[in-house]
């Protein structure tokens, strides 16, 4: 059975390996998801845990990403760009979700939730913000704001964002799913 890593990596770079942890020196986007996974499964010992969590802060200044290590996140979790990202402590992420470069998933109360189904592209500067949720298959477009529910099979565009169905809505944006 592949770990969360690996179908992580396998979205980057749609190939399986078993110690992805090597690849981490090339791929920073890869790296800082693999840190929020081994220090998230909690198995690896007290004394390397910290370490770990010096370098995932450390990392989080270098290039400008906040992921709340109280977040909770599918596999196969893939981020395109390096470079301000930030998700909230109470945001779940389903599935095959891939998210752009500087993208705000967070609370403006910080006591609201945001669920984000699976298969869900997420564009550069879109901020989903309140006590929402994001169905399955959804593409959101760039530059959108998003503070409502969406349903499953979704493009949502614009700002004021209008929701449009669509069968299909991330064949050609979600690639490599597991």
Same mark, same amino acid.
């Given at each position: ?30 790296? =800082?998801? =693999? ?13 390397? @845990?910290? /370490? ?5 802060? /450390?990392?989080?200044?270098?290039? $400008? =990403? ?11 979790? =893939? ?7 930030? &998700?909230?402590? !109470?945001?779940?992420?389903?599935? @095959?979700? $891939? ?11 910080? !006591? ?35 503070? /409502?529910?969406?349903?499953? $099979?979704?493009? &949502?565009?614009? $700002? ?5 169905? !669509? ?7 979600? @690639?490599?799913?597991?």
């Amino acid at each position: 059975m592949k770990t969360s890593i690996q179908k992580d990596y396998y979205r980057h770079t749609s190939k399986w390996i078993n110690h992805p942890w090597i690849k981490t020196i090339f791929n920073i986007d890869f790296r =800082y998801t =693999y840190l929020f996974r081994k220090i998230s499964e909690k198995k690896t010992p007290i004394i390397f @845990n910290f /370490f770990l969590k010096s370098y995932y802060k /450390f990392l989080s200044k270098q290039i $400008n =990403y906040h992921i709340d290590l109280k977040a909770t996140i599918g596999d196969g979790f =893939y981020i395109i760009h390096a470079h301000r990202l930030y &998700v909230g402590p !109470r945001v779940i992420i389903g599935k @095959n979700c $891939n998210f752009s470069h500087c993208t705000t998933i967070g609370q403006t109360k910080g !006591r609201d939730n945001i669920i984000i189904g699976n298969k869900v592209w997420i564009g550069t500067y879109c901020v989903l913000d309140g006590n929402i949720t994001i169905g399955n298959n959804v593409l959101i477009a760039p530059l959108t704001y998003v503070n /409502f529910n969406v349903p499953d $099979n979704s493009i &949502v565009i614009g $700002n004021p964002a209008k929701i449009i169905k !669509r069968e299909n809505a991330t064949e050609d944006y979600i @690639n490599n799913t597991i």
